[in-house]
């Protein structure tokens, strides 16, 4: 028994959250649990239900993206718990408030960098199968590669995912799409909220989409904490993620095309970014013509207001553009979302490009795997 | 600017922790901060500090893994701030104690799984340079492959590191090490805490391993929750992790095997763990003795009370254990540590093994970093 008491020492303090287990009745557990957590828990409305654990604290809250912050309530144990109004289906980022501190819930696993967040996914309904595993299709496997970057001195990590039959087609050389994430994500952003080894396996499997391989990179985006004496907080908001354009060229397409059995001309290469890194998405493409022949723009920051001077004017002169891309897409979430504007720029410009708007969501990840799952197939024909 | 305001909404709310910026002088920047954050830092004498934005909190504390946990101060900004005593240098765990809720510090990665924790990593000198990545060393891939367990019917993930002449050496076969984490961890934690994909490369680079393959799976040792009318906090602790045992031998180890390219034989497949997954390899080598020909056990759980019938009476027959397992690995932290009774236990016994004791540390992944270095060199020689 001595031996025991030294493990549960040892071991993570857990016993603090093993009290007051009732469940809500008819509600299940979301799959971004960690193993030993119950909450949060979603029921058949959907409805999303916390808990956690302040005895002392005055006020918690629970901050999901998109709705109104709300207000948990205490019971005499200092367990804290409530229940929010219907979600929808998918993955849903939220960060706990415990008297003014922002801070992610221990009971889930986290999710983005700049600080972490939780996040709870709710799993009901077939309209997520494209993004969950499936019985009967090849699973790919994502690769981190670790490399030296030269353009900035530092070790760098990329994820790659490489289809099924990469492992056994030892031959056979593959195209190769470039995957970004948004401002305040990093390289695992795609894989831990986007899914997008499932969606990569799934259409792949259906023959809806040429294997491929597809990279994913920090693109360096992070918000320019102000520093003493700054009074504009969008210093520096231009630069975001400039290191990236020279590590991609420089670095990282080498690294890749020498690591893995790509296709290295630019008919075989595409970009494509979620919110900022759609905007490096568009900017890396039209700087580097001679190596992207794809673009795919997923609630993109273009923020265009002149098409002769944006991207380098490209956008105005549409017999080049529309012979140098086989294909462009723009997709975004509801009206509110980025996206819907600089459609409205390109309208009559005879730039070609395909949109699609995913219908009930937002700017979050429930749109960018929709997009990715409509952009993918349109690659490499 | 009104777009960068919709793009900045639409971030995640950094800016509360963008307030009161001095650096305290001669400190440095933990690299386990996420991109944005300034802190926590450390000084030359390996002094922490850490910074939490909590206006409304009445209490703030670090609860930093194996010492007494600091009250930091709060400012006039509800910026709280304190300063350790000296730590010693490497990975050390922490979790934010607001005013009674234990909770992931925003301010860097998240590692463990069962509550997540953050870390501070104090990175000076030459004893990490086995554990960083070296200029010169190829490196090799961490790969995540999914795959369905009939043993449990569900959809698993392992990690897979193959070493960097696996992509060129396309005829080659290797021998496999699987590694298995501890308790409330799972398949990431000797990536993300232990480096182990550094630790390999170095030690293969400078040939003082041979290349190998390492599987590194969730040994689901995820410590029970108390039940509703439980009395006996240790309710379900002997069956901890018992249901992996039946997924590694009837789906874990044939879909590598199938997946990779293997050696299968006993001579060229050894497992080790630390804590509770030392305790899983000695009962899963063990039991399958014709799968498995080395032990590393790290900071392991054995528990020997009775040689005669623990594990199956295995280690009270000398002869047949020392003729079967060609290498019997014992390694801990200090004398609190896990393993001194299981060596105390051990001897006389005529069960041949080795130990290695790591000085100045404890029941932590610094003391597993450096029983992975000293195991893996004596494997498949």
Chains 1, 2 share one sequence.
């Not at 509600?27 to 960690?34: A, N, P, W």
């Not at 986290?110 to 299709?137: A, C, D, K, M, W």
Request: charged fraction near 25%; charge should be negative.
């Amino acid at each position: 028994m001595k031996k025991l008491l030294i493990l549960l020492a040892l071991a993570q303090p857990s016993l603090l959250l093993a009290q007051n287990n009732d469940l809500p009745e008819n509600t299940k557990r979301s799959s971004t649990c960690v193993p030993e957590s119950d909450f949060p828990r979603y029921d058949d409305q959907h409805c999303a239900y916390f808990k956690v654990t302040a005895p002392d604290a005055h006020k918690v809250q629970v901050a999901v993206a998109g709705i109104q912050p709300l207000d948990l309530q205490k019971d005499s144990l200092g367990v804290w718990t409530g229940k929010t109004t219907p979600l929808p289906v998918g993955l849903h980022y939220y960060s706990l408030v415990i008297d003014g501190a922002l801070v992610p819930d221990p009971s889930t696993y986290t999710y983005f960098t700049n600080h972490p967040v939780s996040g709870i996914e709710i799993e009901e309904g077939e309209e997520g199968n494209y993004y969950r595993p499936q019985l009967g299709i090849a699973k790919g496997q994502v690769r981190s590669v670790q490399y030296y970057a030269e353009s900035t001195k530092e070790w760098r990590r990329a994820l790659v995912y490489t289809p099924a039959e990469y492992e056994t087609n030892s031959k056979k050389r593959y195209p190769v799409l470039y995957l970004q994430h948004g401002m305040s994500e990093d390289e695992t952003s795609w894989t831990r909220a986007g899914l997008m080894h499932n969606i990569m396996d799934n259409l792949i499997g259906a023959k809806e989409c040429v294997p491929m391989i597809v990279v994913m990179e920090s693109g360096d985006i992070n918000r320019p904490v102000s520093k003493p004496g700054d009074t504009n907080p969008f210093a520096g908001f231009a630069d975001f993620g400039k290191t990236f354009y020279e590590v991609m060229i420089q670095d990282l397409i080498p690294m890749i095309d020498k690591t893995f059995r790509t296709k290295t001309d630019r008919d075989h290469r595409a970009m494509a970014g979620l919110s900022w890194g759609g905007r490096q998405t568009m900017e890396i493409v039209t700087s580097n013509i001679d190596k992207f022949s794809y673009i795919g723009d997923f609630s993109g920051a273009l923020l265009l207001q002149n098409l002769k001077e944006d991207f380098g004017g490209i956008l105005s002169r549409p017999d080049e553009f529309n012979s140098k891309i086989h294909y462009f897409f723009i997709g975004y979430g509801g009206a509110g979302d980025l996206g819907p504007s600089d459609i409205k720029a390109l309208e009559g410009s005879g730039i070609k490009f395909d949109t699609y708007e995913s219908p009930g969501t937002a700017h979050e990840f429930l749109t960018w795997r929709r997009c990715l799952r409509k952009f993918v197939p349109n690659l490499f024909k």
